[in-house]
């Protein structure tokens, strides 16, 4: 019998100026960050930002005002 864990990657978020700078482990490079300013709504877009590698993360920089001028609250999720 094998047993299988599923580890779900932890997405890690940092304000800097006006922008989102976005962190998840190396090893989910099969992830996507996605993006929306309505936590519960189905209008999840994926951020097109190329992540860099910065030791063992996924590093994208996001320009809060560009993902929703009018909002004060953008929500990401990693969608696989």
């Known amino acids: 019998m094998t047993n299988t864990i599923t580890v779900v990657p932890a997405?890690?978020?940092?304000?800097?100026?006006?922008?989102?700078?976005?962190?998840?482990?190396a090893w989910?490079?099969?992830?996507?960050?996605?993006?929306?300013?309505?936590?519960?709504?189905?209008?999840?877009?994926?951020?097109?930002?190329?992540?860099?590698?910065s030791g063992f993360q996924n590093v994208i920089t996001n320009a809060t005002s560009s993902n929703a001028p009018s909002a004060s609250q953008v929500f990401y999720r990693l969608e696989d």
């Open 11 to 25: 997405l890690s978020l940092a304000c800097l100026g006006t922008n989102s700078v976005i962190n998840w482990p």
């Open 28 to 53: 989910a490079f099969g992830y996507a960050v996605q993006s929306s300013t309505n936590l519960s709504g189905t209008n999840w877009v994926t951020v097109t930002n190329v992540a860099a590698l």
